[in-house]
């Protein structure tokens, strides 16, 4: 957050505060300015009475101690007027466009992790593929949009409660995202989660795909082996032709077996698609048999 002295105008009389619930972006802050600038930012701790566990983190940067040079730096080196004392809520795309830190892939990388470490957020991988950027401004929203869109990836801005936020899906745009901002531990942790929900989905897709294929077998050979009997009580297995009586018999006495393995017991064997055959017969004769009966 930038801040100025009450009623001033200048960079030189501001000062810079950024506050975080992230004790791990607070520490990266403060060696980033320190190692670029030389320059130990004051830090205070601020704890939520209501919540014990609420902390925030306040490092401040005066300007005394070099907060106009990092705004300068940052291409916010404008006048800061009274209104936007908390916060500079809206910075112009065009001013963004033309600033030399945007111009590079480098910088576009450096401008997404930023953003990234300020304000975003991945939902947990084992539910679902979400990542998002909350933002206070509805251009830098889209900015930071336009910088992802740069590298390929479907990224896309929502207005929810008063805030703009970018966000991205699917596992593909998480990753490539993880990889452009250089955030490669979290990059393989997301990855390891992919690829063991991957193998869920897998085993579940082939264990209900045989499941489904074993009822239908099942299904099969029990309507079958009614007919068959059907067959047997109301014609006899006499009237049958040889082929089908061989395969009554058999379907009888291997009531689990599939095509396949009913195929192999014929002498000599047939495939899948000849017993089949055979058997569709006798659901045919069973039926024709019922409909003279009149049970149809």
């Not at 009450?6 to 810079?16: F, G």
């Not at 975003?120 to 869109?149: F, N």
């Not at 239908?216 to 082996?225: H, L």
Request: proline letters at 1%; aromatic letters at 8%.
């Amino acid at each position: 957050m930038v801040g100025s002295d009450d009623n001033r105008e200048n960079l030189k009389d501001s000062n810079i505060r950024i506050i975080t619930e992230n004790a791990s972006f607070a520490r990266r802050v403060f060696s980033t300015i320190k190692k670029l600038y030389d320059i130990h930012p004051e830090i205070m701790i601020r704890k939520n009475k209501k919540f014990k566990k609420h902390v925030s983190y306040i490092l401040v940067i005066t300007s005394a101690f070099g907060g106009r040079r990092i705004l300068n730096d940052l291409g916010l080196g404008q006048k800061i007027s009274d209104k936007n004392e908390a916060f500079i809520k809206d910075i112009k795309s065009e001013q963004l466009k033309d600033n030399k830190i945007y111009r590079k892939s480098c910088c576009k990388r450096a401008f997404l992790r930023g953003a990234f470490l300020a304000g975003g957020s991945i939902s947990d991988p084992e539910k679902t593929y979400h990542l998002e950027i909350t933002s206070h401004s509805k251009s830098s929203a889209y900015r930071i949009c336009e910088a992802a869109v740069w590298f390929d990836l479907n990224a896309k801005v929502v207005e929810r409660k008063g805030n703009y936020v970018a966000y991205l899906k699917e596992g593909e745009n998480l990753v490539d995202f993880l990889n452009i901002i250089g955030a490669h531990m979290a990059l393989l942790e997301l990855e390891n989660v992919r690829i063991l929900k991957g193998m869920r989905n897998d085993v579940n897709r082939i264990v209900n795909c045989e499941t489904a294929n074993l009822e239908k077998t099942v299904n099969a050979s029990v309507r079958q082996m009614e007919n068959i009997k059907y067959i047997q009580e109301n014609m006899g297995f006499d009237n049958l032709a040889d082929n089908l009586r061989e395969i009554a018999e058999l379907r009888l006495e291997y009531g689990e077996a599939n095509l396949k393995e009913l195929g192999e017991l014929l002498n000599p064997p047939v495939g899948k698609s000849g017993v089949n055959h055979r058997l569709r017969k006798l659901d045919k004769i069973a039926e024709d048999l019922r409909r003279m009966k009149g049970e149809y």
